[in-house]
T-cell receptor, first 112, second 115 residues
Framework: LAKTTQPISMDSYEGQEVNITCSHNNIATNDYITWYQQFPSQGPRFIIQGYKTKVTNEVASLFIPADRKSSTLSLPRVSLSDTAVYYCLVGALSGGYQKVTFGTGTKLQVIP | GAVVSQHPSWVICKSGTSVKIECRSLDFQATTMFWYRQFPKQSLMLMATSNEGSKATYEQGVEKDKFLINHASLTLSTLTVTSAHPEDSSFYIC???????????FGSGTRLTVV
């Protein structure tokens, strides 16, 4: 399983764009990159997933360079409700279910 | 989308008693579910992989006799914390992935407090 490294914490003011980068140097060819959000005392919630280049949905964008050794989650115009811990996970989707292990995550604090 | 229902959301029990936590996939079948434990201000730690109709696979350091996992149907997995002690107090979370779903769906978690 590819190990991930993220900043422990980040602060941002409301309305700003936030970029959280995750390193996954030993990512395998069939691994996808998935980001989750977790609020206190809740289970993680899926945000976005990608394999390469750029993926965008209604809440975030995911940028993955050609070598796929890192990825960046971009949250546009954050609000106070985006204060949470964000986890980057790497793993394969094919070949049955693969266990998912979590790294340290990044605690994002949005400041008014 | 895929929904995983976890109950109870919180439980307080006396030391030495057992507590059962249920995890149900509501609109999909889950042959595999995962159980995690999370201590305050820490990340999720995978405890075990629950397989329908067979024995669970436990991560290193997790006592299988203390954390009993049963996955008797394609929609239900249970985690029983036996002879609970205060050090077992934690946030327990289950997850599963439905066929064709992107990513894993997590339950809302169970806050266990052993007094």
């Amino acid at each position: 399983l590819a190990k991930t490294t993220q900043p422990i914490s980040m602060d941002s003011y409301e309305g700003q764009e936030v970029n959280i980068t995750c390193s996954h140097n030993n990512i395998a060819t069939n691994d996808y990159i998935t980001w989750y959000q977790q609020f206190p005392s809740q289970g993680p919630r899926f945000i976005i997933q990608g394999y390469k280049t750029k993926v965008t949905n209604e809440v975030a964008s995911l940028f993955i360079p050609a070598d796929r050794k890192s990825s960046t989650l971009s949250l546009p115009r954050v609000s106070l409700s985006d204060t949470a811990v964000y986890y980057c996970l790497v793993g394969a989707l094919s070949g049955g279910y693969q266990k998912v292990t979590f790294g340290t995550g990044t605690k994002l604090q949005v400041i008014p | 989308g895929a929904v995983v229902s976890q109950h109870p959301s919180w439980v307080i029990c006396k030391s030495g008693t057992s507590v059962k936590i249920e995890c149900r996939s509501l609109d999909f079948q889950a042959t595999t579910m995962f159980w995690y434990r999370q201590f305050p201000k820490q990340s999720l730690m995978l405890m075990a992989t629950s397989n329908e109709g067979s024995k669970a696979t436990y991560e290193q350091g997790v006592e299988k006799d203390k954390f009993l996992i049963n996955h008797a149907s394609l929609t239900l997995s249970t985690l029983t914390v036996t002879s609970a002690h205060p050090e077992d107090s934690s946030f327990y979370i289950c997850s599963a992935r439905g066929q064709g779903s992107i990513g894993y769906t997590f339950g809302s978690g169970t806050r266990l407090t052993v007094v």
